[in-house]
Every structure is written in C-alpha cells, then in structure tokens.
C-alpha cells in the first residue's frame, strides 16, 4: 500500500519556468491538500480538493493551480516559477471530513523539495 | 472561525528534562488530533483524543484533552534526542480547510 505518492522529490527550476507536481494516494480518499513548508512557518496551505472536480485556494494560492480530475490525483502546477516558491511541498490525504473535529488521519506525502534560481 | 493556537512555537530542551506543549482552540473541539515532523521528514499521526478529560500515554509522551474541550498538551517525560521536530495539533476551519499552524518546533541539546 503505497499510501501518498509525491513526485519529483527535488527538482531545480530556473525563475519564468513552469512544473508540475504529482500527486497520487491509493486510499480513495476524498480530502486532497497541497502545503508548503518554509523555515518557521509552518505548513500553509495553498489549495485543497473535497473531491474530484472540487478545488479551492488556501492561505497562500498565488502563483499556483490545481486541479482533481480523478480521486486518486492532484497535481500542483506552478505556473512561472519565482525565488519566492523554493519552498517544500507536501501533498496530503484524509476521508471526507478531516483532522480535528472528524477524526480522520491526514496522511502526507515524503515532501518534494524546490529551489527555483 | 475556529482555530488553534500551540504555544510555545518553540522549545529548547536538555536532554533529560521534561517539558509540555499546548494546543488552545478558540471552539468545543469534537477531538483532537496530533502529529510529528521529524527534520527533513513529513508530518505524522501520533494520537487521537475524544472524550473530555481523556489522557493516552506512549512511552514518554502523554496526551491530555481538556475537561472542556477547548484544550489539549502533550507532555515528553527525560526528553531524548528522538524528540526532536515539529509537533502539530491540526484543525478544519469552517470552511472545510485543514489548517496546520506553525507548531511547536522541539529542539534537544545533549
């Protein structure tokens, strides 16, 4: 059971370039969010999904797309790569209704780790 | 809408010591959930607390749930240098956004 599988694990990009993160859980989970994480910041959160066709924007969304066409997937697409989006990235699941309140475990992906120079 | 605060952000510890991190919801909490971050790792499920009152221990660390529900700590007893990383308390907010915070990162000196 694979669980969240999160791709590339690091990738370098140059700033205008445009990439996409994978992201794939075999749980059938509904509730699919991507994080990013930078020193003492915490994880933020910048889109999430409720289920296939449902997206939404986080806290910090700008400068990113998302899209969930299929339960399983929810790629992050950065669409001209700034400095200010090295950061890490993380890719988690739940079942519908998540975290405190629901008592459903979020699972999280191994990261993925951009620089953009 | 709701939220939860962890204090402290950050927490410096001797090897050896105790020490408690809290987690303050601004709302009743239905329950509550925590995980840990190890440096360079990704976030992961420690425990869930339900009923009010309820205290589960693993190994050194014991999780508490406030008698109202509105508060939860975890307590590392002889803290060790496996201790160290991000501990979080995450919450849905209204409108469905799972939200993690900063939580209370945990650094320990030999």
């Known amino acids: 059971n694979a669980g969240v599988t999160q791709t590339p694990k690091f990738q370098v990009l140059k700033t205008g370039q445009s990439m996409t993160l994978q992201c794939a859980q075999d749980m059938n989970h509904e509730y699919m969010s991507w994080y990013r994480q930078d020193p003492g910041m915490g994880l933020r959160l910048i889109h999430y999904?409720?289920?296939?066709?449902?997206?939404d924007q986080g806290e910090v969304p700008n400068g990113y797309n998302v899209s969930r066409s299929t339960t399983e997937d929810f790629p992050l697409r950065l669409l001209s790569a700034a400095p200010s989006q090295t950061s890490v990235y993380f890719c988690?699941?739940?079942?519908?209704?998540?975290?405190?309140?629901?008592?459903?475990?979020?699972?999280f992906g191994e990261g993925s780790w951009l620089t953009v120079v | 809408g709701q939220q939860v605060m962890q204090i402290p952000q950050y927490q410096h510890v001797q090897e050896g010591e105790d020490f408690t991190t809290y987690c303050n919801s601004s709302?009743?909490?239905?329950?509550i959930q925590w995980y840990k971050q190890r440096p360079g790792g990704h976030p992961v499920f420690l425990i869930q607390?339900?009923?009010?009152?309820e205290v589960k221990k693993q190994k050194r660390l014991t999780f508490q749930f406030g008698e109202a529900k509105k508060n939860s700590s975890l307590h590392i007893t002889a803290t060790q240098t496996t201790d160290v990383g991000t501990y979080f308390c995450?919450?849905?907010?209204?409108?469905?956004?799972?939200?993690f915070g900063a939580g209370t990162q945990v650094v320990v000196t030999p």
């Open positions: 709302t009743t909490l239905s329950n």
């Open positions: 995450p919450w849905s907010d209204s409108w469905g956004k799972l939200q």
């Open positions: 999904s409720v289920g296939a066709g449902i997206t």
């Open positions: 607390l339900v009923k009010s009152g």
């Open positions: 988690a699941s739940s079942s519908t209704g998540v975290g405190a309140g629901t008592g459903n475990t979020i699972y």
